[in-house]
């Protein structure tokens, strides 16, 4: 098994209220921030024959409002 | 002699919570054929029409209607759409039709980010289809919503083709018909509340109907809609 976080983010250009909040939250508490997006993270365990792309492609991510990258959690031995 | 009641079936995913409200409208409001189709079922050729009720489906993990759109019933759904029934999709169930591809576009969370319960005004922008058949356009209806993910979002050329082909049924409105900005309780693009698929048999909008049935419960401007479905 390999594991696998893969990063789902709001699509660049759509408005992320969320993190519209996040950074007006820290910006009333004295810091000075740029734009703040939240996202998520899907940690998940694969076996090494499954394609973790093919995988959040057709079932964690839609394409239409969200953007993603995988990053392998542990390296492969 | 008496028209023949429409068989409808109306969906129950785990979290589903406009079932029964539905379910009691097409039974005991319409006097139509009604059951209950559960999540893991996989045929359904026996209905004429399909509803997704409203609901928060599978808790809405991951997104809303992401998890309902690989349940075993999917499959189902889909090829129930492609043979032409009809089928419409309530709030939740809008949601699951755009994770399903069966609708273009998302729905996002609401741009003030609160869970906005409340009646709106939705000017009707196309009545000559099976779901709004007995409305007319301009017509304007009071319908309550209920929800945090509400936002349409619909890219510019897909827009562009959705209003060419008169597939925006519905759009947030003042009580006169008006849209405008300020009538938008979501943020969604164009005020759209409803969009329905180029073949003209797939419908889903974030207002409920179902709670806008009868007189008791403060309007029955949602009737019209139930009323076009059983009128073919």
Known sequence: MRKYRVIIMPREGLLDPQGRAVAEMLQDNGYSVGEVRVGKVVEIELPEDIDVNLLAQKYLINPLIEDYIVEEATPSS | ?232
């Not at chain 2, 599978?58 to 189902?76: I, N, Q, T, V």
């Not at chain 2, 069966?102 to 906005?116: H, I, K, Q, S, Y």
Request: aromatic share 10%.
């Open chain 2, 1 to 232: 002699m008496e028209k023949k009641p429409m068989k409808f079936g109306v969906c129950v995913f785990p979290g589903s919570n406009c079932d029964y409200d539905t379910y009691y409208v097409l039974k005991e409001v319409l006097a139509q054929d009604v059951e209950f189709i559960y999540y893991n079922e996989k045929d359904i050729d026996r209905f004429d029409c399909v509803v997704l009720p409203g609901g928060f489906s599978f808790g809405d993990y991951l997104r809303p209607g992401a998890l309902a759109s690989k349940s075993p019933l999917a499959e189902a759904l889909i090829e129930f759409a492609a043979d032409g029934k009809l089928l419409l999709g309530i709030c939740n169930g809008f949601q699951i039709l755009t994770e399903l591809h069966l609708l273009p576009g998302a729905l996002l969370p609401n741009e003030n980010m609160r869970f906005v319960c409340k009646d709106v005004y939705l000017r009707v922008e196309n009545a000559s289809t099976p779901f709004t058949r007995k409305l007319e356009e301009g017509d304007v209806l009071r319908i309550p919503i209920a929800h945090h993910d509400g936002r349409y979002y619909v890219p510019d050329e897909e827009l562009r083709l959705l209003e060419e082909r008169g597939q925006i049924l519905f759009r947030y409105s003042d009580p006169s018909g008006e849209v405008n900005g300020k009538d938008n309780p979501n943020g969604s693009v164009s005020n759209i509340a409803g969009v329905m698929n180029k073949e003209g048999n797939v419908f889903g909008m974030m207002p409920h109907p179902e709670r806008a049935s009868e007189d008791i419960l403060g309007s029955h401007d949602g009737l019209m809609l139930w009323y076009s479905l059983i009128s073919e």
